[in-house]
C-alpha cells in the first residue's frame, strides 16, 4: 500500500515536470515537430546565436527558433506575470544562476531526468535536476594592449599601486569581486576594493561600456569585462586581452525549460542540445563562452589549467551569493 | 419632462436640444476625462501600491504585506539628504542652462532677423534626436581624463594642465542643460512664434530699448510657455537617468533617478526593488504635484497672456542691426560644442571598429562596414516598420488627446476645479518612473481580456502615457495664447461649436500641435526603458536594436543605426523646409 502510493506520488511529480515514463531524445523530437517551434529568452548574444540556431535547426529539422535577448531580471519578472495570468509565452530561458532561486521559489521550473532521458553528465545537472548548466562568465583583470605589455599586471593587487591610479575601470556591481569574496573572505576583499576605490578607477555600470571603453583607451585595464566576450573583440581585431591572473572569478550560465511552456518537448530538446559537444563548439565558436572546466572545458578553459590559474565559479547558495554581490557593490561605492 | 413642456410639445423639443447642447460639452469633458483616467491612473495606483507592498524579493502584486516601510526607508535615511540635495542642483542647474538656451535661440531664431535661421533651427533640434546614452558616451570620448579628444589636443598642444573633468557634479549639469536645451527650444520656439509683434512695436513706440522691451514685454506675455517648459523640464531633468548614471558614477554622484534605476535593475539573483523605486517615484510625483500648482496659480489670469486676437496679429522680425554678426557668432559657437562634436564623435565612431584618437592610422582605418551591416541586417525592415508605426500612431494619438484635453482645461464648459483636476491627471504620468508604468501595463493587459500583451499595441498604450505631460502642456500653452474673442466672433456669425473648433481655433493650434507631434514621434523613437521592458521578438523597435547592438559590443554599429536615425529624424524635421524649397524650384521652373 505504502509503495503504491509513492509510486502514484513519483508519477505525479514526473508527470509536472512534463515528463512521460517512455520519453526519448526520439519520441520528444517527433512531439516537437508537432509543437513547430520553440521561444528562446535569452541574456545571450541572439544576433551571435544564429549561427547554433542554424546547427540546432539541422539537427532538428521541422522546428521554428524565436529567440530574443532580454535581460534576466526582466526576463524572470515577465515569466512571473505570465504565469500568474495562466499566459506562459516562453518555452526556455538561460540565465547565470544567481537568479535560479527566483525561479524556484515560483515553480517555474521543475525536476526533470536529464541524465536518464540525455545522458547529460551529472556535473551539468543542477538544482534537483531542475537546470542544466551550459557554460561560464568568466570575469577576469582585461586590458588594452597597445598600453600594456603582456604580464605587466602580474596579480589583482597591482591594480591598487599608484601606477594605475585613475588608469583603470571597474564595474560599478563588482560580479567578479563578489565571486572572488567567496575565496578571499568578505574582510579581505572589503579591503582590497577600497585601496582599488582609493586609487580613482573610471567606473562603469556594466560590461559592455567597461570593454569599450578599454578598447577605446579610455583606461589601460579594467575589472568586470567578460573573458569569452574580450577575446571574440581581440579576433576581431580589438587592441584587447586578458590578464593570466588568477584566481579568476566565473560566473555559472544555466538554462531551463519554463513550466507551463506552450512547447515543452522542444524546450527540452534545445536545453539538452546546448550541452553536447557540437553544442559547446559552436557556443565557443559563435559567442566565445562554453565550459570553463570539466572534460568539455573549452580551450580558455584548456588553458587556464595549462597555466595553472584557479578558477572560482560563482556559488550555488543563492543567499551567500546575494550578501557577496551587496557588501561589493556598497565598497565599490557608485551605487549607493 | 417637465409639465410645462409636456403640455407644449414645440417648448418641450426647444428645451430638450438645449438640455442636450448642454449635456453634450459634459459628455465630451467625461470622454476625455475616461480616457486620460484610464492612461493616467493604472500606472499611478501600481505606484501607489507598490510602494507600500513591502515583500522583498516579490512583485508587487505578489506581495501579502501592506505597509510604510519603504517610505520610511527613504524619508529616514540621512544618505537620501545628500541625494536630494544633489538631486535638487541636478536638476534646477539643468533645467535653468537648459531653459535659458532655449529661450534666447527660441527668441533669437523666431522673433529677429538673424542669419541662417533654418539652419539655425535644424541644428537646434539635432541633439534632441541623439540617444541620451549615446549623447553621454559621446562627452566621455570627447572630455575623459586619459584619451578624450579635446583634453588629449589640450595635452598635444602643450596645455595638458587645461583638463575638463567630465565626471562632475558640474559637467552633468551642463551636459544635461545643453541636452535639455535641444527639448525645451521646441516648445518654447511656438509661443515665441504666436506672438503679436505689434505689443513689442507698442514699446519701441513709447522710447523702450529693445532689451528692455524683450523683459518688461516680451518674457511676461509667454510666461505660461516658460512657466510650463520650467516645470516640465524640471520634472525630465529629476527623473532622467543616462546623463547622470555614466557620469555620475566614477565621481560618486548620485541622484534620485539613478537611484530609482539602480533599484530596478538590481544585481544578480534579485528582482527589481519595486517598492524603493515606487516610493521615491511617489516622492517626485509630490514634487511635480506641487509644481503644476504653482504653474496653474501663476497662469491663473489666462486673459493677461493673450497674444493672438480677433483683431489679427503679425509675427514680425525684430531687426538687430550690429547685434547681427556678435550673436549668430555666439549661436555658431553653441553649434559648433553642443551639435558639431558629439555628432562628428557619433559618426567617427560608427567608421571605426574600435575607437581611435584621430590620425592619419586612424583615418586609414576608416569604412563603412557598419552601414554595410546594418544594410544587411535581416531584422531591420522589420524594425523601420515596427518603429515606423509605433511613433507615428503614438504620436499622433497622444497629440489629438492633448489637444481635446487642452481645448477642455483651457475652454471647456466644466467646473474649474474639475478642469484644473484634469489638468494635473495629464501631468502625473510624467512623475512615475518607466519601470513602473512597464509593470502596470504588463499586469493589466495580462489580466485583462484585451488582446495587446506582447504586441506593438501595448508598446503605443506604454508611449501614450509617457509622453502625455509633456503634448498637453504644449497645447495648453498655445490655447492660453488664444484670445476667446476669436471663437465668440465665429459664434456671432452663427458657428456652432465643433465648426469653431475645426476652422477657428485648431488652425491657430495646429503649430503647437505639430511640434508636441514631433516631440513625441522623436522620444518614441529613442525611448528605451519602456520599450526593454514591453518588446518582443515582433514588436522590436530602433531604440532596443541600438541597445542589442550596444550591449553585444557592436559599438560602430549601434553608432551607424544611432547616425542613421539622426539622419532619418532631422529629414523629418526638415520636411517643410524641403517640401517648400521644391515647391519654390517647381513654380520657377514651370510658373505653376
Avoid at chain 2, 243 to 249: A, C, D, K, T, V
Avoid at chain 2, 455 to 481: D, N
Wanted: hydrophobic content about 50%; proline content about 5%.
Amino acid at each position: 500500500m505504502r509503495n503504491g502510493i509513492a509510486a502514484a506520488f513519483a508519477a505525479l511529480a514526473l508527470s509536472a515536470g512534463g515528463v512521460r515514463a517512455d520519453d526519448t531524445p526520439r519520441s520528444l523530437y517527433e512531439q516537437a515537430k508537432q509543437e513547430g517551434m520553440v521561444s528562446v529568452w535569452s541574456s545571450l548574444d541572439v544576433e551571435m546565436q544564429q549561427a547554433q540556431l542554424k546547427v540546432f535547426s539541422r539537427k532538428f529539422p521541422g522546428l521554428r527558433i524565436e529567440a530574443f535577448k532580454i535581460p534576466p531580471a526582466a526576463a524572470i519578472e515577465r515569466a512571473i506575470a505570465e504565469s500568474r495570468a495562466g499566459r506562459v509565452t516562453v518555452d526556455v530561458m538561460d540565465t547565470n544562476s544567481g537568479y535560479l532561486q527566483l525561479v524556484f521559489d515560483r515553480d517555474l521550473a521543475r525536476p526533470y531526468p536529464w541524465g536518464k532521458v540525455f545522458g547529460v553528465p551529472d556535473d551539468l545537472v543542477l538544482y534537483d535536476n531542475r537546470a542544466l548548466a551550459i557554460g561560464h562568465y568568466d570575469l577576469p583583470i582585461s586590458y588594452n594592449t597597445d598600453l600594456v605589455k603582456p604580464g605587466e599586471i602580474a596579480s589583482w593587487e597591482d591594480l591598487t599601486q599608484p601606477k594605475w591610479k585613475g588608469k583603470f575601470m571597474l564595474e560599478a556591481r563588482g560580479f567578479g569581486l563578489a565571486i572572488l569574496a567567496q575565496e578571499w573572505g568578505e574582510e579581505k576583499t572589503v579591503s582590497y576594493i577600497k585601496r582599488l576605490v582609493a586609487n580613482r578607477p573610471i567606473i562603469t555600470q556594466s560590461a559592455s561600456p567597461t570593454m569599450d571603453g578599454l578598447a577605446s583607451g579610455q583606461a589601460s585595464a579594467a575589472i568586470g569585462a567578460i573573458g569569452g566576450r574580450i577575446q571574440k573583440l581581440r579576433e576581431q581585431g580589438a587592441p584587447l586581452d586578458w590578464a593570466r591572473v588568477g584566481p579568476i572569478p566565473a560566473q555559472v550560465v544555466t538554462v531551463f525549460p519554463v513550466v507551463g511552456a506552450p512547447h515543452p518537448a522542444a524546450a527540452k530538446l534545445w536545453s539538452w542540445w546546448w550541452t553536447t559537444p557540437e553544442g559547446q563548439k559552436t557556443f565557443y565558436d559563435e559567442q566565445g563562452y562554453g565550459l570553463l572546466a570539466g572534460p568539455g572545458a573549452n580551450p580558455r578553459g584548456q588553458e587556464m589549467k595549462e597555466k595553472g590559474l584557479s578558477i572560482v565559479f560563482e556559488t550555488g547558495k543563492v543567499e551567500e551569493g546575494r550578501h557577496n554581490l551587496e557588501i561589493v557593490s556598497q565598497a565599490i561605492g557608485g551605487l549607493k | 419632462m417637465t409639465e410645462h413642456a409636456m403640455t407644449n410639445p414645440t417648448v418641450g423639443s426647444r428645451e430638450a436640444g438645449e438640455d442636450s447642447a448642454r449635456s453634450l460639452p459634459m459628455i465630451l469633458f467625461g470622454v476625455v476625462a475616461a480616457i486620460v483616467a484610464w492612461i493616467a491612473l493604472a500606472p499611478f495606483v501600481m505606484l501607489i501600491y507598490s510602494s507600500l507592498a513591502a515583500d522583498k524579493d516579490k512583485l508587487p502584486y505578489e506581495s501579502t504585506t501592506l505597509s510604510l516601510d519603504n517610505y520610511v526607508a527613504v524619508l529616514a535615511d540621512a544618505k537620501n539628504l545628500d541625494l536630494l540635495g544633489a538631486t535638487a542642483a541636478f536638476a534646477i542647474g539643468s533645467t535653468v542652462i537648459g531653459v535659458g538656451l532655449a529661450v534666447f535661440f527660441a527668441w533669437l531664431i523666431e522673433r529677429t532677423d538673424i542669419f541662417a535661421r533654418k539652419f539655425l533651427f535644424v541644428a537646434m533640434l539635432t541633439p534632441m534626436a541623439i540617444p541620451s546614452m549615446i549623447y553621454a558616451m559621446a562627452w566621455i570620448q570627447l572630455c575623459g581624463p586619459n584619451n578624450g579628444l579635446i583634453n588629449a589636443t589640450l595635452t598635444n598642444m602643450g596645455l595638458g594642465f587645461i583638463q575638463v573633468n567630465v565626471f562632475s557634479l558640474t559637467s552633468m549639469i551642463v551636459i544635461q542643460g545643453v541636452a535639455l536645451a535641444s527639448h525645451a527650444y521646441l516648445l518654447i520656439a511656438i509661443a515665441f512664434r504666436n506672438f503679436d509683434s505689434s505689443f513689442e512695436e507698442q514699446a519701441f513706440m513709447c522710447g523702450r530699448g529693445k532689451l528692455a522691451t524683450v523683459f518688461r514685454i516680451t518674457m511676461p506675455m509667454l510666461k505660461p510657455a516658460l512657466l510650463a517648459a520650467g516645470l516640465f523640464f524640471t520634472v525630465v531633468a529629476l527623473e532622467t537617468f543616462d546623463i547622470p548614471i555614466i557620469l555620475g558614477l566614477t565621481s560618486h554622484v548620485q541622484v534620485v533617478s539613478t537611484q530609482i534605476y539602480w533599484s530596478t535593475h538590481p544585481e544578480s539573483g534579485r528582482l527589481p526593488e519595486y517598492g524603493a523605486a515606487s516610493a521615491l517615484g511617489a516622492v517626485l510625483v509630490v514634487i511635480a504635484y506641487a509644481l503644476i500648482s504653482l504653474y496653474t496659480r501663476a497662469t491663473r489670469d489666462a486673459k493677461r497672456f493673450v497674444s493672438v486676437t480677433a483683431r489679427g496679429f503679425r509675427p514680425r522680425p525684430i531687426p538687430l542691426g550690429a547685434w547681427r554678426w556678435p550673436l549668430f557668432g555666439v549661436a555658431m559657437l553653441f553649434v559648433v560644442v553642443a551639435v558639431g562634436l558629439p555628432l562628428f564623435i557619433l559618426i567617427w565612431r560608427s567608421l571605426l571598429r574600435f575607437y581611435q584618437y584621430p590620425s592619419m592610422k586612424a583615418l586609414q582605418a576608416l569604412s563603412l562596414n557598419s552601414y554595410y551591416a546594418v544594410y544587411n541586417d535581416p531584422d531591420i525592415p522589420k524594425v523601420l516598420a515596427n518603429t515606423f508605426t509605433l511613433s507615428v500612431g503614438s504620436a499622433g494619438f497622444v497629440t489629438l488627446l492633448a489637444a481635446a484635453v487642452a481645448w477642455q482645461v483651457v475652454r471647456g464648459s466644466a467646473d474649474a476645479g474639475w478642469r484644473r483636476a484634469l489638468n494635473r491627471l495629464a501631468f502625473f504620468p510624467q512623475s512615475i518612473p518607466s519601470v513602473v508604468v512597464g509593470l502596470a501595463l504588463i499586469f493589466i493587459y495580462l489580466w485583462l481580456p484585451i488582446p495587446v500583451y506582447g504586441t506593438l499595441w501595448i508598446m503605443a498604450i506604454a508611449m501614450v502615457t509617457r509622453f502625455l505631460a509633456y503634448s498637453t502642456g504644449t497645447i495648453i500653452a498655445a490655447q492660453m495664447q488664444l484670445s476667446a474673442e476669436l471663437e465668440e466672433a465665429a459664434r456671432v456669425c452663427g458657428a456652432g461649436r465643433a465648426w469653431t473648433y475645426l476652422r477657428v481655433v485648431l488652425p491657430l493650434v495646429t503649430p503647437a500641435m505639430m511640434a508636441a507631434f514631433l516631440w513625441v514621434l522623436i522620444h518614441i523613437v529613442r525611448e528605451l526603458g519602456l520599450s526593454l521592458m514591453l518588446y518582443t521578438l515582433q514588436s522590436q523597435v530602433l531604440s532596443t536594436k541600438i541597445w542589442l547592438l550596444w550591449e553585444n559590443g557592436r559599438v560602430a554599429d549601434a553608432c551607424a543605426t544611432g547616425v542613421l536615425t539622426v539622419a532619418g529624424l532631422l529629414l523629418l524635421l526638415s520636411a517643410p523646409t524641403i517640401f517648400r524649397g521644391a515647391r519654390g524650384i517647381w513654380r520657377a521652373a514651370f510658373g505653376t
